[in-house]
Nanobody, 113 residues
Framework: QVQLLESGGGLVQPGGSLRLSCAAS????????MAWHRQAPGKQREFVAS???????NYADSVKGRFTISRDNAKNTVYLQMNSLKPEDTAVYYC???????WGQGTLVTVSS
């Protein structure tokens, strides 16, 4: 089974930055689309960003211009650089691939002053 381990979350003030990491234990990582999703309390899980094997990325409108997704195929790791953070970015962030694998515990990002 595929295992996804997110890390890098924490408490940050509005306008601050964080970099999230997701280590994926899958032999096919380099040919898979990887993505970040997030879920705030009481809300549905929502798409944040995705990246194709060749590096082409896609973002939700709410994070365009602020977040950058990247990947290191040699390390089987996908990253999410989060800049200009807003309180509404507060959520548990999860990584995954397509087709979806079981969700991990995610990493909590709290944006508050």
């Amino acid at each position: 089974q595929v295992q996804l381990l997110e890390s890098g979350g924490g408490l940050v003030q509005p306008g601050g930055s964080l970099r999230l990491s997701c280590a994926a234990s899958m032999s096919t990582f380099s040919i898979r689309i990887m993505a970040w999703h997030r879920q705030a309390p009481g809300k549905q899980r929502e798409f944040v960003a995705s990246i194709r094997p060749g590096g082409t990325s896609n973002y939700a409108d709410s994070v365009k211009g602020r977040f950058t997704i990247s990947r290191d195929n040699a390390k089987n790791t996908v990253y999410l650089q989060m800049n200009s953070l807003k309180p509404e970015d507060t959520a548990v962030y999860y990584c995954n691939t397509t087709p979806l694998t079981p969700w991990g515990q995610g990493t909590l990002v709290t944006v508050s002053s």
